[in-house]
């Protein structure tokens, strides 16, 4: 593939507006083992909706004119939950007034898609970009569907466009910032993940995730391959799938020393990263930004929810 030019933007602001997927990570795997396993769909399990919460970063950048473009990175999961988050960070407003351009959907997972409808609720026609492998639920999902056996539905049909991004392509959607896709089997029945890339003058590449279920460095080693200016890696944000359940194994720690070699200048990981991963890249002093550990989030080791950092 020839290297693609997706331009220069001027900065990237992220907000976390929530990194936490569910509150007992124990009892949310109970019933994947009781449901029958980590090969069982997730549209079928019954999931408890008192153990959800759900992940959502607010993404704005800005452009070499001046121009801002804002994106909702995932939709979370229990709307109850979301609503509250929304209204925490003033999210009901900017989707409400039209300020958030799109919601991008990472990938299918319920602790990233099921919350739709807390989106659709204050602007049914906003686009949303997903992976083009969602499957047959999540795309009725998309347009209004019930799942009785998983505690899970949307009333609210999306009348936006969908733009589905095809496995390693790369999609431009300003000056500066791109989507790309990844197909690849992920556990209960999912598949595919959309990643960002962000290219800031005079800094390089900045590289937003939602799990990054393909890995850090599937993510970096792609820009540097197909993307101009990617030989520069400046920034990291989101989940990193390195612990998500805790325990950091020796997979896990070859990836957090393969990461040096990208001399990445801020890593704002969360979400799925996992406490003992980020424990790891501070002991060998890498640049971790740091939250405050407000709103639920399990930590101010990283980047939680209403905190923000800027590339």
């Known amino acids: 593939m020839k290297k693609k030019d997706i331009g220069q933007c001027k900065s990237l602001r992220i907000k976390c507006v929530s990194e936490l997927g569910w509150f007992d990570a124990e009892k949310l795997l109970n019933q994947v083992k009781t449901a029958g396993g980590l090969e069982t769909n997730q549209w079928t399990i019954p999931w408890d909706n008192e153990n959800a919460a759900g992940f959502c970063s607010l993404i704005d950048m800005e452009t070499l004119d001046g121009k801002h473009h804002k994106f909702l990175l995932d939709a979370g999961w229990n709307n109850q939950y979301m609503e509250k988050c929304f209204k925490r ?12 351009e799109a919601l991008i ?8 898609f099921w919350g739709l409808e807390t ?13 083009n492998t969602f499957s047959a639920e999540g795309k009725a999902f998309l347009k209004g569907a019930e799942f009785a056996a998983a505690n899970v539905k949307n009333e609210i049909s ?7 991004i095809e496995h390693r392509e790369i999609e431009k959607l300003h000056d500066g910032c791109a989507a790309a896709a990844f197909d690849l089997p992920i556990i209960i029945g999912v598949r595919g993940e959309v990643s960002l890339y962000f290219n800031i003058k005079d800094k390089g590449i900045v ?12 993510l970096a080693e792609f820009a540097e391959k197909n993307i101009i200016g990617a030989e520069n890696m400046y920034g990291v944000y989101g989940g990193l799938h390195i612990a998500p359940f805790g325990a950091l194994d020796d997979k896990g720690e070859k990836v957090i020393n393969e990461m040096a ?22 002991e060998l002093e890498y640049p971790i930004v740091k939250g405050t550990g407000r709103y639920g989030s399990a930590s101010d080791l990283y980047i939680g929810a209403g905190d923000e950092v800027i590339f």
């Open 261 to 282: 070699r990208y001399n990445f200048k801020k890593i704002a990981c969360n979400h799925c990263t996992g406490i003992e991963a980020v424990i790891k890249m501070i």
């Open 158 to 164: 999306h009348q936006g466009e969908t733009v589905k």
């Open 89 to 100: 960070e003033g999210i009901d407003k900017a989707l409400k007034n039209k300020e958030i």
């Open 207 to 218: 590289c937003v995730a939602g799990c990054c279920h393909q890995g850090i460095i599937t």
């Open 105 to 112: 959907i990472s990938h299918e997972h319920l602790d990233h």
């Open 119 to 131: 989106v659709l609720k204050y602007n049914p026609e906003i686009k949303i970009i997903i992976p």
